[in-house]
């Protein structure tokens, strides 16, 4: 009796350090977004950057590459009648692998030498790059940028 405690004892420790570990970072960077002021939802009302979003996210699911869309917004300006919202997009993927092969993805889809050269410099060190968290890729915009990135980083390993 005493052993067949053991050994179920052993395996439960087993099961609670695989489901720990099989954990991506998306839970951990909800948590600094919301923390932070930030809302999860399902749409956007920015119409450039949702539909490079979701261009994106159809380019690798043509090539078979799963990955789920967040969007997170905030109040940028409230003025009454007049808001305006700031927007993160943030492609979590099942694993790191599978991050890396849609970032190759990518990288095949550029016409431009000299713009897949610089890419394929950004890929190559991508687990440094501020925008790569784990198994979750921000993707960058033009302005506002910095205080995304701090949330997204900031339980990076």
């Not at 808001?83 to 550029?110: C, M, P, R």
Request: charged letters at 25%; aromatic letters at 8%.
């Amino acid at each position: 009796m005493k052993t067949c405690k053991r050994i179920f004892a052993v395996l439960l420790l087993l099961s609670c350090v695989f489901v720990l570990a099989s954990c991506g970072t998306f839970s951990g960077i909800k948590k600094n977004f919301t923390d932070a002021g930030w809302t999860l939802v399902e749409l956007s009302e920015d119409e450039e950057e949702a539909k490079t979003a979701t261009a994106v996210v159809a380019h690798l699911e043509e090539a078979d590459i799963t990955c789920t869309l967040h969007i997170f917004k905030k109040d940028l300006l409230d003025l009454g009648a007049l808001t305006q919202y700031q927007f993160a997009y943030i492609l979590e993927f099942n694993s790191d692998s599978d991050l890396d092969n849609a970032l190759e993805e990518i990288v095949e889809g550029i016409d431009s030498a000299a713009v897949r050269g610089l890419v394929e410099g950004l890929v190559e060190d991508a687990q440094n790059s501020d925008y790569i968290n784990g198994n979750c890729f921000l993707l960058p915009s033009l302005i506002n940028n910095s205080e995304k990135v701090e949330l997204f980083i900031k339980n990076k390993p």
